[in-house]
Nanobody
Framework: QVQLVESGGGLVQAGGSLRLSCAAS????????MGWFRQAPGKEREFVAA??????NYADSVKGRFTISRDNAKNTVYLQMNSLKPEDTAVYYC????????????????WGQGTQVTVSS
């Protein structure tokens, strides 16, 4: 069992930056692939970024602006978000799973409660 807790969301102006954190419980954190997803009102949950032990993957919409990283010693995964745009506004969720299907939410086993990111124009 893994519990995930996101933090770091907030209100930021367009062009600004935020860093999201996702703290995980459990001693097997390093074995999981970790993903970030987001969901805007009225839209489906969409893939943002994922990281395995050494590989990262990004949605086209965030490539070059967002960076996912992990610190296995701290059981934490991060999402550094730069050059934020109003269309990045959403609730951001982290997820854990053994899947290699990075972009499919149903393939992940554990989810956090989400953190709101709002980007004003």
């Amino acid at each position: 069992q893994v519990q995930l807790v996101e933090s770091g969301g907030g209100l930021v102006q367009a062009g600004g930056s935020l860093r999201l954190s996702c703290a995980a419980s459990g001693r097997t954190f390093s074995s999981y692939n970790m993903g970030w997803f987001r969901q805007a009102p009225g839209k489906e949950r969409e893939f943002v970024a994922a990281i395995s032990w050494s590989t990262t993957n990004y949605a086209d919409s965030v490539k070059g602006r967002f960076t996912i990283s992990r610190d296995n010693a701290k059981n934490t995964v991060y999402l550094q978000m730069n050059s934020l745009k109003p269309e990045d506004t959403a609730v951001y969720y982290c997820a854990a799973g053994y899947t290699r299907s990075w972009g499919i939410p149903s393939k992940y086993d554990y989810w956090g409660q989400g953190t709101q990111v709002t980007v004003s124009s």
